[in-house]
Nanobody
Framework: QVHLVESGGGLVQAGGSLRLSCAAS????????VGWFRRAPGKETEFVST????????YYADSVKGRFTLSRDNNANTVYLQMNTLKPEDTAVYYC??????????????????WGQGTQVTVSS
């Protein structure tokens, strides 16, 4: 069982930056993929980014490509989402999620077994 806790959310002006962290406990995440998803009010859950167990493969949604960077520190059992040049449309609750060992990477929420509680990101214009 993996327990995930997100942190780093908050209120920022458009053009600003935030770094979200996803700290895992319960077991190592060094052999599983971790992804970030977000949900804005009235909208469905949206894929943001994912990273393979060893950090060699990353995918980003087109809407965040070039602005967000996903990385991981397996020694710290933590994944980081650096978000730059934030826009009001990035406002959402951001969730980190982890897969099982059978998944290399995935953009689909259904492939993720473990989910955090989420952290709110609000970008003002």
């Amino acid at each position: 069982q993996v327990h995930l806790v997100e942190s780093g959310g908050g209120l920022v002006q458009a053009g600003g930056s935030l770094r979200l962290s996803c700290a895992a406990s319960g077991r190592t995440i060094s052999d599983i993929a971790v992804g970030w998803f977000r949900r804005a009010p009235g909208k469905e859950t949206e894929f943001v980014s994912t990273i393979s167990f060893n950090g060699e493969v990353t995918y980003y949604a087109d809407s965040v490509k070039g602005r967000f960077t996903l990385s991981r520190d397996n020694n710290a059992n933590t994944v980081y989402l650096q978000m730059n040049t934030l826009k009001p449309e990035d406002t959402a609750v951001y969730y980190c999620a982890a897969t099982g060992t059978e998944v290399l990477v995935s953009r689909q929420p259904l492939h993720y077994k473990y989910w955090g509680q989420g952290t709110q990101v609000t970008v003002s214009s």
